[in-house]
């Protein structure tokens, strides 16, 4: 079975540009978690899909940042334009069940340059 | 490439009993660090603790301490005189400092009164 997989794997980008990175969850996974590590031990949440409906981005940092999931299967996760402090690395989550769920699944990440 | 291995999917404790939950990891770096996240229901990811591969110590904070055990490629996080608020998912994760950033799958932890 496939895992959680993310693209691009790498991305170094000029501020002020646009990039869009994707999250394909385990197929069936209703919840999609997105999480930014910006440096050391912090990872910061953003947001959480249930199937296509964002259940909560409190963690969004400010309207740059634009996550959509279509369909309820695969997510992106648009910056634009970007600025220096984006920088990091964006991991993507799946689970069944939020609630109950005994795993979840992280993608590889996705890191993030602006340069 | 390195990879996390958490065997226990969910686990129960007595409130104010010390619980352990596991962890191995693989890796062929000789430089790397090994966290333990906290993740209750609201999704957000809650550091807790941090050894180093070169630390001759076990990282200790607070109610965690995590049992890192080098040559078996164990790093435990043992929770002490557990809470009710200590139900979560928990994950550990393995950074070989800068290339690569691996979770495991994670135990979900429950508290009983």
């Known amino acids: 079975e496939a895992g959680v997989t993310q693209f691009p794997s790498h991305s170094v980008i000029e501020k002020g540009q646009t990039v869009t990175l994707r999250c394909d969850p385990i197929s069936g996974h209703d919840n999609l978690y997105w999480y930014r590590r910006v440096m050391g031990k912090e990872i910061k949440f953003l947001l959480h899909f249930v199937k296509e409906s964002k259940q909560d981005e409190s963690g969004m940092p400010n309207n740059r940042f634009l996550a959509e999931r279509t369909g309820g299967t695969y997510s992106t996760l648009k910056v634009q334009p970007a600025e220096l402090e984006d920088s990091g690395v964006y991991f993507c989550?799946?689970?069944?069940?939020?609630?109950?769920?005994?795993?979840?699944?992280f993608g590889q990440g996705t890191r993030l340059t602006v340069v | 490439a390195q990879k996390i291995t958490q065997t226990q999917p969910g686990m129960f404790v007595q409130e104010k009993e010390a619980v352990t939950l596991d962890c191995t990891y693989d890796?062929?770096?000789?430089?790397?660090?090994l966290f333990w996240y906290k993740q209750p229901s609201s999704g957000e990811m809650i550091f807790l603790i941090y050894q180093g591969s070169y630390d001759e110590q076990n990282a200790t904070e607070g109610r965690y301490s995590l049992n890192f055990q080098k040559a078996r490629k164990s790093a435990n996080l043992v929770i002490s005189a557990s809470q009710l608020g200590d139900s979560a998912m928990y994950f550990c994760?393995?950074?070989?400092?800068?290339?690569?950033?691996?979770f495991g799958p994670g135990t979900r932890l429950s508290v009983l009164p």
């Open positions: 890796t062929s770096d000789q430089s790397y660090g």
């Open positions: 989550a799946s689970s069944q069940d939020a609630r109950s769920a005994t795993e979840a699944f």
């Open positions: 994760a393995m950074d070989n400092y800068g290339q690569n950033f691996v």
